[in-house]
C-alpha cells in the first residue's frame, strides 16, 4: 500500500466541503480515497498565515477528518506571511519549506505527493517524497487572478515537467503546456452517485417549465453577444445562469432581458436544474484560458440530457457526441440554438449509459495507477 499526501492547487480542504466536493481536485481526492491500494491519505493546505488563523479563530495544525467514509489526516502548515512571493527563486523556497513542514506534521516517511499545484510540483522538497505526480486542471499561465505570479508560474511549468514521476491533465491543448511527451489527458466528468436518478425540480423554478441554462463562474470567460445570439433565437426562452459571479460580466448579463442571475447553488438543486432544463449554454470566449481548460459543465449538460450549444474549441471538438452543437463565433449561436432545440429529449436509458461514460470513478483510473507506480 502507497501512502499519499494530496494538494489542491490554492484551496483548502474547507473550500472543497463547501462547495461539496463538485471541482476536479476534490474528486481526485475522493478517487485517492476510495483506492484499497492507497495507505495512509493525507490532505494538505497550502501555506496560511499564523497570525490571521490566530485571529480567526481557525483549528489546529493536524486533525482527522472524512472522506467517502475513509479517516484522513488533514495538516494546516502555517508560516508568518500572508502571500506568496512573486519572484521565482523565493517562491521556490517556500514550496521547498512548505514539502518539509508537511513531512514534520503528517509524519510521513515514503510517500506519494499528488498535488494540484505546479509550484508544489516544481519545487516541493522532503526526504519523505517518493513519487511525484501534477493533477492540471487549469492553464494557470493564462488564469487572470495569478497574473502577477506569471514568471514564476512558466518555471513550476518546466520545472515540474522535470521533476515528476507523471503529469496528468485534463485537456490534450493543456498537455501542450509541458516539454514531455508522456503526458496523460484526463477530461472532466460528473459524479456518478448523484447524476444517475433524477433530482426533483428545484423549488427556484416556480411555474417556468422551458428555460436554457448555464452553470458556471460568471466571468470574463462567458461572451455576453453569444447569450444575446440564443436570446434572438429564442425570445421567450428564459436564461438561468447559475453560479458565483466574479466581475463586471455579470452586469452585463443581468441587463439582458430573459436572463436571470440565480447565483451559487446547492449540488442537488444545480442537478435538479440541469436535468429539467431544456438547453446547456457554453458560451465561452476564445482565448488561452479556455482552450486549454476541460468545461466541466459540458459534462454536467450531457449527464442532464441537455442538448448543448456551445463555443467551437479544442476541448469541445474532442466530445463526441451529436448532441453537443459547435458555433465557431458569437453570431452563430443564433441559428446554433434553433438547432439544438430541434434536438428531441434524450432516453432515461441512454442518460444513464452518459452518466456510466462520464463517472469520475472511471476517469481517474489513469491517475490512481500512476500514484501507486502502476501506469
Known sequence: MSDVVFTFSFETFDDAVDREFCRPPDQVLRSLARDRR???LVSADPWRSRPIDVLRRRGPDVTTCRVVGRDVVRVRPRRWRCHDPRDPSRLASEAAAYGRRIGQLADVDDAALVTCNPFMAAWAEGSWIGRR???????????PPKAPWRRA?????RDLATRCDAVIVVSDELAQRFARDDVVVVPNGVDAERWHHRHPRPELLGDLTDYAVYA??????IDVAAVQAVIRAEPALPVLVAGPVEG????ALKALPAVRLLGRLVQDELVGLL?????????????????????LKLYEYLAAGLPVIARDLPPIRGVDDDRVV???????????TRKARALAPLPESERQAVVAGLSWT???EPLNDAVVGQA
Open 216 to 221: 458556471g463562474t460568471v466571468d470574463a470567460r
Open 275 to 295: 436535468q429539467h432544463a431544456n438547453l446547456g449554454l457554453l458560451p465561452h470566449v476564445a482565448d488561452r484560458l479556455t482552450t486549454a481548460m476541460s468545461p
Open 248 to 251: 463586471p460580466t455579470g452586469g
Open 133 to 143: 505526480v501534477y493533477f492540471g486542471r487549469d492553464d494557470w499561465l493564462a488564469y
Open 362 to 364: 472511471r476517469r481517474l
Open 38 to 40: 492507497v495507505g495512509r
Open 153 to 157: 508560474m512558466a518555471a513550476a511549468y
Open 326 to 336: 459547435r458555433c465557431g463565433d458569437a453570431d452563430a449561436f443564433e441559428a446554433g
